[in-house]
């Protein structure tokens, strides 16, 4: 089956989605959108983060797109249950913070969540840590700032590891587990780990959310034959050649 999946986030964040959405379906073709211009989500109006989705996957389906990925945990948040609403035959997969794995693989542990401001204010996570709360005791921690400083690359930088500490370090070795509830914390995961110490253990969505698009692909007969080779390609709405070259270096960076 012909036709490609878009891939969108506020930014760079989402690139770390695609890379297990690559790892679990390497013949499909995935065209990725970042809007770092309008990044980011997670400190905008919920008005705002549904108008930006909504015209982003728009555009995919009026390009072709057999599929769309929300690859961003603020715009799922917001947006995946209207979108779907509108759009009842495209499969629309999104990612939510990973507490669910988290809880299962260390019941009783001590779980940070970290995620933006809007994740973590909306019902669809009070409903997640309501569900598996019983199982773990859930810390939640806003991030403001953390994805917008991510954005801008040099992530080996002093600062953002001062950053990192200020949001993580009163829990430096006292947790269990650390749920990386925005698509941008992955390409820092090294640097949380830092400030945490050695025991903790990290889960993000992106694998779950890999596994969704191809239950859900399958579902619709929209496979790609497995004979080709997929290919993957990049645009932003900072529309310049920078900005490309940074998300083809984080699509490449070890995490
Ligand atoms: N990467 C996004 C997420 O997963 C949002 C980051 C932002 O733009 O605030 O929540």
Not at 77 to 82: E, L
Not at 198 to 221: H, I, K
Request: charged share 25%; hydrophobic share 45%; aromatic share 8%.
């Amino acid at each position: 089956m012909d036709g490609f999946v878009g891939v969108f986030d506020s930014g760079v964040g989402g690139i770390s989605v695609l890379r297990s959405l690559v790892a679990e379906l390497p013949h499909e073709d995935f065209r990725f959108f970042g809007d770092s211009a309008n990044a980011p989500y997670g400190e905008k109006t919920e008005d705002e983060v549904f108008a930006l989705s909504r015209s982003i996957a728009e555009r995919f389906l009026a390009d072709g797109a057999k599929a769309i990925v929300i690859a961003c945990n603020t715009a799922t948040s917001v947006a995946a249950a209207r979108l779907r609403a509108a759009h009842p035959a495209v499969p629309i997969v999104g990612i939510e913070p990973a507490l669910k794995p988290a809880a299962r693989a260390l019941p009783h542990g001590r779980v940070l969540v970290m995620a933006t401001e809007v994740t973590l204010r909306l019902e669809k996570y009070h409903e997640l840590a309501r569900a598996w709360g019983g199982e773990c005791e859930v810390i939640s921690v806003p991030c403001p700032g953390l994805a917008a400083r991510i954005e801008r690359g040099d992530l080996g930088a002093p600062d953002l590891s001062e950053m990192i500490r200020g949001f993580v370090g009163p829990y430096a070795g006292a947790v269990d587990a650390v749920v990386l509830g925005c698509t941008h914390y992955p390409f820092v995961r090294r640097q949380i780990a830092d400030v945490l110490g050695p025991e903790a253990r990290f889960f993000d969505g992106g694998a779950g959310t890999a596994r969704q698009l191809r239950a859900r692909l399958a579902e619709e007969g929209l496979l790609a034959r497995e004979a080709r080779p997929g290919h993957v390609t990049f645009a932003s709405s900072l529309d310049t050649p920078e900005e490309i070259a940074l998300y083809e270096r984080f699509f490449s960076i070890p995490l």
